[in-house]
């Protein structure tokens, strides 16, 4: 059985490969750009119909949102790295690439306090003294991804590409959580700072997907 199935496989291979359209393989150097942050990319055309590709990006940004009746200033820091591989079914820059994320170092650093006085076993304080909550929201340390992109060499070398798709890094969760003033010492404002740290989760809680699109340029050598 093996025989049969192989035998007509390999005498059709070579074949095959002078059948496949000229298109330039090697490697290329490109500096990524996007969603996922900023940072090197390298790519090696293995053949026609397959590439692999690595790249390390890093970003930070910085915001802020109401949660409740609590105001937030958040910061975020992405720092990951990963690589895919890259399969181009038309055999030119159209691609369709799946891989994965190293993304531990991604993660929202948050630190917010009541927008207005709060009362605690019939003691109210100004939201100086009822004290900030903080901490990170972290997400899993590996993280599938996929995209689909198209990439273009010019006669001179130079590349550019787009890709778009989807990183699926889990449902994101509250780490190193503190609090400060009477959340963390008046037992009358523990089950105010547990109502508020829940609504944090739930906010955070549907975004198990992170969207995904990067521009690249580059150079192929």
């Known amino acids: 059985m093996f025989r049969r199935v192989m035998l007509p496989l390999l005498i059709a291979a070579p074949a095959a490969a002078q059948a496949l359209p000229i298109v330039n393989t090697g490697v290329t150097l490109a500096v990524s750009g996007g969603s996922l942050g900023v940072g090197p990319e390298i790519t090696y055309r293995v053949n026609p119909l397959v590439a692999v590709r690595g790249s390390a990006t890093f970003l930070g940004i910085s915001g802020h949102g109401d949660v409740g009746d609590y105001r937030y200033d958040g910061h975020a820091r992405i720092s990951n790295f990963g690589g895919t591989v890259d399969i181009h079914p038309l055999l030119n820059g159209f691609r369709l690439s799946a891989g994965a994320r190293s993304v531990s170092g991604n993660h929202i650093r948050f630190h917010g306090m009541a927008e207005g006085p709060q009362t605690y076993g019939g003691v109210t304080y100004s939201p100086e003294q009822a004290g900030e909550l903080s901490g990170k929201i972290k997400t899993r340390s590996v993280a599938p991804i996929v995209t689909v992109g198209y990439a273009k060499t010019t ?4 590349t550019y590409g787009i890709d778009a798709g989807v990183m699926f890094h889990g449902r994101p969760r509250l780490d190193d959580v503190t609090a400060t003033g009477q959340l963390g010492s008046n037992p009358a404002a ?9 609504r944090l989760e739930n906010r955070v809680d549907d975004y198990k997907y992170y969207p995904v699109l990067q521009l690249s340029l580059g150079y192929r050598f």
């Not at 523990?190 to 740290?197: G, K, N, P, T």
Request: without cysteine; neutral net charge; aromatic residues 8%.
């Open 190 to 198: 523990i089950a105010e700072r547990d109502r508020q740290l829940a």
């Open 155 to 158: 006669l001179s070398g130079f």
